[in-house]
């Protein structure tokens, strides 16, 4: 009989210190937690290759984090944060001008009232929306991607203390991102650089990609105490049929499907769960769509034998999401060897891969 696991189970005490504030100074320079054999290895991340075999397949995610925080003003003079949680699909013209954002106001701006973002641009209001109506939907006075670009800053978790500059820029990036719209970074992906990539070919090891745009309700607390009173973010994200392609000759040659990042596998698993839904015979349902699936332990994976990932915050969606894919007591004993050898934690800390339980 399975057990039951409440949110109190992936809790742990974290040192503050450990909480990473800037990126090592080299991508692969970081940490890798060994934790594919029974005792972990602590590891550079430029090992990485070794660690693979000739014929895997990595998938990574291929989203751009963009410029998302603005700060602006209501026409009363009050001042206004705004986090971008979406650009919304181009319209006529093929501008796209209206985001899904969250706003931070003293008051809270009404319908057709406008706002000065940057003392830049100006943003309609058009109501309220999204899940229980907490998000503002608005439209820009111009190109939303361009204008973030220019006027936005790099919207960085909220456990990271100082405000945004150059480094964060070009380090909250991954080196191949290339579809603008994630508002958090594949944080697992921040580590490789064009070395480890040239190694993992010399290796033998394909790559492939995905696209999610990681959306803000990334970093959401759960704040119920049963897990399946616990409602999931929506996301967008897309799997290519070249590689859907990949994954299914890969598989077929005996290869092992490598996912970087709790992103890359919540999509793969997602177009797996819905192929299998579909009774198609596909692995992968190809294409676009909106995802909320919530890995816990418990849940079938169809796809991914490996998992490249950082380290996470207490009682996340994502402890609960390793632990289905790693084991539970596994996992936290890996988060113990990593706190007691001050591995550091989070979008800008180290990385740890794990190996699909049974």
């Known amino acids: 009989m399975s057990r039951s696991y409440t949110v109190a189970d992936f809790d742990f005490d974290l040192p503050p210190e450990l909480i990473a504030q800037h990126p090592a100074a080299e991508r692969s320079a970081s940490r890798l937690l060994d934790g594919l054999g029974a005792t972990p290895v602590d590891r550079v991340f430029r090992e990485l290759p070794a660690l693979l075999q000739p014929g895997d397949l990595l998938v990574f995610n291929n989203t751009q984090v963009i410029k998302a925080r603005l700060y602006g003003h209501k026409a009363s003079g009050g001042g206004v944060e705004g986090l971008v949680e979406r650009v919304l699909p181009a319209g006529d013209g093929g501008v796209a001008r209206e985001v899904w954002m969250h706003l931070r106001a003293s008051k809270s701006p009404k319908p057709g009232s406008r706002v000065r973002f940057a003392e830049a641009f100006d943003a309609e209001v058009l109501g309220r929306c999204g899940p229980d109506?907490?998000?503002?939907?608005?439209?820009?006075?111009?190109?939303?991607?361009?204008?973030?670009?220019?006027?936005?800053?790099?919207?960085?978790?909220?456990?990271?203390?100082?405000?945004?500059?150059?480094?964060?820029?070009?380090?909250?990036?991954?080196?191949?991102?290339?579809?603008?719209?994630?508002?958090?970074?594949?944080?697992?992906a921040l580590h490789f650089d064009e070395g480890v990539l040239t190694?993992?070919?010399?290796?033998?090891?394909?790559?492939?990609?995905?696209?999610?745009?990681?959306?803000?309700?990334?970093?959401?607390?759960?704040?119920?105490?049963?897990?399946?009173?616990?409602?999931?973010?929506?996301?967008?994200?897309?799997?290519?049929?070249?590689?859907?392609?990949?994954?299914?000759?890969?598989?077929?040659?005996?290869?092992?499907?490598?996912?970087?990042?709790?992103?890359?596998?919540?999509?793969?698993?997602?177009?797996?769960?819905?192929?299998?839904?579909?009774?198609?015979?596909?692995?992968?349902?190809?294409?676009?769509?909106?995802?909320?699936?919530?890995?816990?332990p418990g849940f079938e994976f169809r796809v991914v034998d490996r998992l490249l990932t950082n380290f996470h915050l207490p009682k996340s969606t994502l402890m609960m999401l390793v632990s289905a894919f790693a084991g539970y007591e596994p996992v936290m004993a890996l988060y113990r060897h990593a706190i007691a050898q001050r591995y550091r934690f989070f979008s800008y800390g180290d990385a740890m891969l794990l190996a699909r339980q049974g």
């Open 133 to 188: 109506n907490g998000l503002f939907h608005l439209r820009f006075d111009g190109d939303a991607f361009a204008l973030l670009q220019r006027h936005g800053h790099v919207p960085l978790p909220p456990y990271i203390a100082h405000a945004d500059d150059a480094d964060d820029e070009r380090r909250y990036q991954t080196v191949f991102a290339k579809e603008p719209g994630a508002v958090a970074a594949p944080t697992a």
């Open 199 to 296: 190694a993992l070919a010399a290796r033998g090891v394909a790559t492939a990609h995905v696209t999610l745009h990681v959306g803000a309700g990334t970093f959401q607390p759960v704040r119920v105490e049963q897990i399946a009173d616990h409602k999931m973010h929506s996301e967008w994200c897309q799997v290519p049929a070249e590689t859907a392609q990949r994954i299914a000759a890969t598989r077929a040659a005996g290869g092992r499907i490598v996912a970087v990042g709790t992103t890359t596998l919540r999509t793969l698993e997602s177009a797996a769960l819905a192929a299998h839904q579909a009774g198609t015979g596909e692995l992968l349902q190809v294409g676009a769509r909106e995802t909320d699936i919530f890995i816990t």
